[in-house]
């Protein structure tokens, strides 16, 4: 049961709609958590056709989300990690799952991804769920690099099956956080070469522009809440460059949660729900 307010509803003006999505890491989603009653009400509160849901811990979860979120089909990844990708199907889309243990980048402790085909008004849309390796060591870096090289040769193979441009998205925590490589130390100070997380997300969007996609463009400048001024920008959308998406306020993804409220509120919003911000859009109609 929803309590409260629901200030994320949709407005009733957007109808051109074909689906909407929401990609969120929800921390440590375990089934006695008692953060769920509030994440299941803020995750209704959506009214999203796809949901996919980062560093959720056991299969027992079913319980609970299926029971708040009902009508919804739900599909979680399984490896020899304690955190897995859930995907929840509303009733009004048609969709096909499978999960892709190729994007464990042969590490069997990484999280596989989620691949989820939807057929809206007979045009299919397929959507890669990940959520990569984190920290700015050179083992997290390369395996992020090398799961996002994946993703994008895996929109060749894509492409060669229906002979055009794929209408394919990936999406998720990219942990987009840089390299810190640490080789030697002169008296105090250590010798270290950087790779910002700016040039990181760089790499990112010019390697997205060489493949036909795009980073998509989002609402608020960060994602991530550490604890007072700790900021990163770390969930992501990349998308192909011939799909469209409604615009809210002006961009393609609208983040939604801690952002959205004033700095004094920030920290209570990340205690109660996530560290990570919702990221919610709407695909367009294909014409």
């Not at 997290?140 to 929109?155: N, P, S, V």
């Not at 991530?224 to 393609?252: P, T």
Request: charged share 25%; aromatic share 12%; net charge negative.
């Amino acid at each position: 049961m929803v309590r409260g307010p629901l200030p994320y509803l949709l407005s009733e003006s957007r109808m051109a709609k074909a689906f909407s999505v929401v990609s969120w890491n929800c921390e440590h989603w375990k089934e006695n958590d008692p953060r769920n009653t509030d994440r299941i009400d803020f995750l209704v509160s959506q009214k999203a056709d796809v949901i996919a849901l980062y560093e959720v811990e056991g299969a027992e979860v079913w319980r609970s989300v299926m029971a708040g979120l009902p009508g919804y089909s739900f599909f979680i990844t399984e490896g020899q990690n304690t955190q897995e990708i859930l995907v929840g199907i509303g009733p009004d889309v048609t969709g096909f799952l499978t999960q892709k243990i190729e994007f464990q980048s042969r590490d069997a402790f990484m999280r596989p991804g989620a691949f989820l085909t939807v057929r809206a008004d007979g045009t299919d849309y397929s959507m890669l769920f990940l959520h990569l390796a984190s920290m700015p060591d050179a083992r997290g870096f390369g395996l992020r690099t090398d799961m996002i090289e994946r993703a994008f040769e895996f929109k060749k193979h894509l492409d060669d099956l229906v002979k055009g441009n794929a209408n394919f998205m990936f999406m998720g925590d990219m942990n987009v956080m840089g390299l810190d490589y640490v080789y030697g130390k002169d008296g105090a100070n250590l010798l270290h070469d950087r790779v910002t997380a700016e040039d990181e997300m760089a790499a990112l969007a010019y390697r997205a522009g060489k493949a036909g996609m795009r980073v998509l463009s989002k609402s608020a400048d960060f994602t991530w809440h550490g604890g007072g001024k700790m900021r990163s920008n770390l969930d992501h959308v990349i998308a192909g460059d011939q799909i469209e998406f409604e615009q809210i306020d002006g961009k393609d993804v609208e983040v939604r949660g801690w952002p959205q409220h004033p700095d004094a509120e920030q920290e209570a919003w990340v205690e109660k729900f996530s560290d990570h911000a919702l990221l919610y859009f709407e695909l367009s109609k294909a014409n």
